[in-house]
């Protein structure tokens, strides 16, 4: 299947950057959200982006300009979904409002339309019956700031067609991606099952006080070579999304440890409205945070 046309739903932080991305490689980019306000709210975003594309990535004003003249923006899902070779959903994760969501979307799309979902906890065998296409549907997941960190995890359920996942994986690779298969569903993907052990480990060292947030960092940055440590990927991932996760593992294990680690998030961080690099703190102070300072390392 020849992908043109894209509709990114949802223009949250990874929605408005899948379909930055996307119009930047010349794809038509459909925005869905649920109003007006929303939307506008996410052209400020779009805006933004454009800044960080030319900073970051060399590119010139004409081309983030020929990239906003590829995205258009609806409210009405069956608008904005008409035509549409591909839907990307970037809503909340919460099962019910997906479900929802697929439900209503079922009945507007076109019959050939695929649809992915960038669902970084839920699999995709959850939504597939509500689908009402299971095997033209499947995960496409990106990484934060996915101009720089271009990862596409792509993961079908037990019904994806090969074809429909084998079109995906070309169009991810068309957007710039490194796409990277999985071949059976796996919560979490390949990065997250990496990486929320770390964040994990890192967290409960310094709430059971082993080390300070500025050592657990400098010991990974020193050991690995990484250019950031544990809280600093907390920092740019959201002490919001953290402190969730934490609470509904908390919720679920009624283990102690992370109990007294949602309290601790909660408390120091939440409550203060410390939620890393979108409140300019979160464990660390931005946009000039210790971890990048000269000598951190030393």
């Not at 454009?50 to 970051?56: E, K, L, T």
């Not at 983030?64 to 994760?93: H, M, N, Q, W």
């Not at 994986?169 to 957007?175: D, G, L, T």
Request: aromatic share 10%; proline share 5%; net charge negative.
């Amino acid at each position: 299947m020849n992908i043109k046309t894209v509709t990114v739903a949802g223009s949250g932080v990874l929605g408005a950057q899948i379909a930055f991305q996307t119009a930047v490689h010349q794809y038509q980019v459909h925005v869905y959200d649920i109003s007006d306000a929303v939307l506008e709210k996410a052209k400020t975003t779009l805006q933004q982006l454009a800044s960080a594309y030319q900073h970051d990535l060399g590119l010139e004003k004409a081309d983030t300009d020929a990239a906003f003249s590829r995205i258009r923006y609806f409210t009405d899902l069956a608008a904005a979904v008409k035509g549409a070779d591909l839907l990307i959903e970037a809503i909340p994760e919460n099962p019910a409002i997906k479900t929802e969501f697929y439900q209503k979307l079922a009945a507007v799309a076109d019959p050939q339309t695929i649809f992915a979902t960038n669902s970084s906890t839920l699999l995709p065998s959850q939504f597939a019956a509500a689908t009402g296409r299971p095997a033209q549907f499947l995960s496409l997941h990106f990484a934060n700031e996915i101009w720089k960190h271009n990862t596409a995890e792509i993961m079908g359920h037990p019904g994806t067609d090969k074809a429909t996942f084998d079109t995906v994986v070309a169009f991810a690779k068309s957007i710039g991606m490194v796409a990277l298969p999985l071949h059976k569903e796996q919560p979490g993907y390949i990065v997250n099952s990496l990486l929320v052990p770390l964040l994990d480990a890192a967290t409960t060292l310094l709430v059971r006080g082993v080390a300070d947030v500025e050592t657990i960092d400098k010991t990974w940055m020193v050991a690995t070579g990484a250019p950031v440590g544990p809280f600093g990927i907390l920092d740019v991932v959201g002490i919001t999304t953290a402190y969730n996760i934490t609470n509904m593992a908390a919720e679920k294990t009624k283990d102690p440890e992370k109990i007294k680690a949602a309290a601790f998030l909660k408390e120091n961080f939440i409550e203060k409205n410390k939620l890393g690099t979108a409140t300019g703190e979160g464990f660390y102070k931005y946009p000039n945070p210790s971890y990048r300072q000269p000598g951190f390392l030393k």
